[in-house]
């Protein structure tokens, strides 16, 4: 059932709480392993949980069906302010290089296939990232869970630039060609 | 023109890795609205929801959820309901009632906090209407200083005025920088939106290198801002001006969203 995380939206923009319990029930659990995954610490990934939907309730008016799915909307705002929050600490201590290390070695290869899965195009993309080069999926991980910029991939891998854009390119070009007929 | 260097940029920038100076190239090409870009970009964010499966479960943590919903029924007490029209009425009886549940378990928590701020309610108003008005002075102050250092720039022909056009979030805002490359200038900000809680705006100079922070400023509740820029190091000249959201406290290299951008 498409649309529905959608038709949820719409009942917040009129202050319908009990849809917004039921948009919380449906996404926390798809937000809030990747904001545990990116920052590590279950107190931080509480503080940017609550911040992420609160923002999706008092920005719900904002949301256009037209322009992606719920899920990218909420996604993409909660890998924004974990992403924030991960840079801030790394600011703060440089220190921070070593666990960024263990949060990496301890990414699974291969994310396997049984929970939450509710269509087929979301399994496809997974086993697409788990099929990338693996020198395009490292920095696709470096990016999407490190929070690293390409300069700092760059620095990281002691790669040129050039070579850590063009696998960002290449990995995402495939990435979306397995997304693109569902959407 | 040749659109591939944006093919490479979009990705890198749907990822969140774009930084620099590209981030700027990149984000003065989203304001010119591309049609490609617009759907390079949807379809990576749609690839990368789709990725964040490949976490490993974790169950999130249920005092989120209640701290949300007592959040939400304190903003929007059901006194004044955002009611829908027609159809809407029921989800949002509804809604009341999940929400007075939650609040019933929050009674003592709630009555507690209801009860103190009543209390200090009326000394917090006294020294709230003292410490407004010697903002208020102090912001007229500023503004004043503001415009003379704007009307003395003027007067030198090295001067030049740039105009900076609102992008993404805040397509209505404007700005301008009174510009002189030894000197320094001012900048002054229109239809800003304020910034979201724990964010701020930061100005940046673009020249050769990286952007150079040139300042976090304030916006009023008109959304105006002035804000005096210091001359780059060694009077060095400045290509772009451009704000973006940032966290409180501002950073040393952009990483939020533009706000504004002078032209190249
Ligand atoms: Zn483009």
């Known amino acids: ?183 | 023109m040749n659109h591939e260097p944006f093919d490479t940029l979009a990705a890198a920038y749907a990822l969140g890795a774009l930084d620099g100076e590209e981030l700027v190239e990149f984000e003065a090409h989203l304001a010119q609205e591309c049609a490609r870009c617009a759907v390079t970009l949807r379809e990576s964010y749609e690839a990368l929801a789709a990725l964040a499966r490949s976490a490993p479960p974790a169950v999130p943590p249920p005092e989120v959820k209640q701290a949300l919903l007592s959040r939400i029924a304190a903003v929007a007490p059901t006194a004044s309901p955002r009611r829908e029209r027609g159809r809407g009425s029921l989800p949002w009886i509804a809604g009341a009632a999940a929400a007075a549940i939650v609040a019933a378990a929050f009674t003592g928590a709630f009555v507690a906090g209801h009860y103190e701020a009543r209390l200090g309610q009326t000394a917090r108003e006294l020294t709230a209407t003292r410490q407004r008005l010697e903002r208020e002075i102090a912001a007229l102050n500023d503004q004043l200083a503001a415009y003379r250092s704007a009307a003395d720039l003027l007067r030198d022909p090295a001067t030049r005025v740039v105009t900076l056009r609102g992008l993404g979030p805040s397509p209505g805002a404007t700005g301008w920088v009174i510009w002189h490359q030894t000197v320094g200038g001012q900048l002054f900000v229109a239809n800003l939106p304020p910034p979201p809680p724990s964010k701020t705006y930061e100005l940046w100079t673009i020249g050769e290198g990286a952007p150079r922070p040139a300042g976090v400023f304030r916006v009023d509740a008109e959304g105006r801002a002035t804000h005096r820029v210091e001359p780059v190091e060694g009077g060095k000249p400045v290509k772009v001006f451009a704000v973006t959201l940032e966290p409180e406290g501002g950073v040393p290299a952009p990483t939020g969203p533009m706000v504004l951008a002078s032209a190249k």
């Open chain 1, 1 to 183: 059932m498409t649309g529905s995380g959608a038709e949820l939206i719409r009942q917040m923009v009129a202050g319908d709480r009990e849809a917004f319990a039921r948009f919380y029930d449906r996404y926390a659990p798809l937000v809030f392993p990747l904001i545990q995954r990116i920052l590590r610490e279950r107190a931080d990934a509480s503080d940017v949980l609550q911040e992420v939907f609160w923002e999706a309730w008092q920005g719900a008016a904002g949301y256009d069906p037209a322009r992606g799915s719920p899920e990218a909307w909420l996604v993409t705002r909660a890998r924004t302010r974990a992403i924030d929050r991960i840079r801030a600490m790394r600011r703060r201590s440089e220190t921070f290089v070593a666990p960024l290390h263990d949060a990496l070695a301890a990414a699974p290869a291969d994310p396997g296939g049984d929970v939450a899965e509710r269509t087929e195009d979301r399994r496809t993309v997974q086993h697409a990232l788990a099929q990338l080069p693996s020198a395009q999926r490292e920095v696709i991980e470096l990016a999407y869970y490190a929070g690293l910029t390409q300069t700092e991939i760059a620095e990281r891998l002691k790669q040129p630039l050039g070579t850590v854009k063009t696998r960002i390119r290449l990995a995402l070009e495939r990435l979306r060609e397995v997304v693109r007929p569902t959407t």
